[in-house]
T-cell receptor
């Protein structure tokens, strides 16, 4: 049972435009959500996170939106740059004594110059 | 600042040989530690996690084992490698605060031939 789903394996956008990466989850106990960026042959890098008490968190060009009723979150990158080309993973945590993150399978973002 | 070291970066091993991958964390104490595997074209699969010295939790039955002999050292081992053990192995750490952002090492590419 895949509790965190990234239904788009890939996304291609033009430089300067907005990139929107989507993530859906099924476990209502998740209360903290994270986005990671991964280049080939490297470890994932933490990008941005959001707790369930918020519906938006912004950090520079990156904004994460959370819609708890729809169990959906999205990462917006504005403006997109060629260096943003990477695989983006959505992850979720249910806090408490649960130390684990549940990851989606990732979305490959390609930003074309 | 905290840093995580993982080595080797690349490893080619014959089937049936043993394995030992090491991960160390600097700049923090009593971290939670994790081993993940990313198979080709797939997401991140949690293999083991540890909340303290000698405390190991296994997520999936497999041919691998983990040990934590020191507070900031995490080792992934196998007595006899299988072809299916090939993949990209990642070590990560997190603090023990309310929200556990995980920070990843650079990864080890293991090819079992």
């Amino acid at each position: 049972d895949q509790q965190v789903k990234q239904n788009s394996p890939s996304l291609s956008v033009q430089e300067g435009r907005i990139s929107i990466l989507n993530c859906d989850y099924t476990n209502s106990m998740f209360d903290y959500f994270l986005w990671y960026k991964k280049y080939p042959a490297e470890g994932p890098t933490f990008l941005i996170s959001i707790s369930s008490i918020k519906d938006k968190n912004e950090d520079g060009r990156f904004t994460v939106f959370l819609n708890k009723s729809a169990k959906h979150l999205s990462l917006h990158i504005v403006p997109s740059q060629p260096g943003d080309s990477a695989v983006y993973f959505c992850a979720a945590n249910s806090g408490g004594s649960n130390y684990k993150l549940t990851f989606g399978k990732g979305t490959l973002l390609t930003v074309n110059p | 600042s905290q840093t995580i070291h993982q080595w080797p970066a690349t490893l080619v091993q014959p089937v049936g040989s043993p394995l030992s991958l090491e991960c160390t964390v600097e700049g923090t104490s009593n971290p939670n530690l994790y081993w993940y595997r990313q198979a080709a074209g797939r997401g991140l699969q949690l293999l083991f996690y540890s909340v303290g010295i000698g405390q190991i939790s296994s997520e999936v039955p497999q041919n691998l084992s983990a040990s934590r002999p020191q507070d900031r050292q995490f080792i992934l081992s196998s007595k006899k490698l299988l072809l299916s053990d090939s993949g990209f192995y990642l070590c990560a750490w997190s603090s023990t605060g309310r929200y556990r952002i995980q920070y990843f090492g650079a990864g080890t590419r293991l090819s079992v031939l």
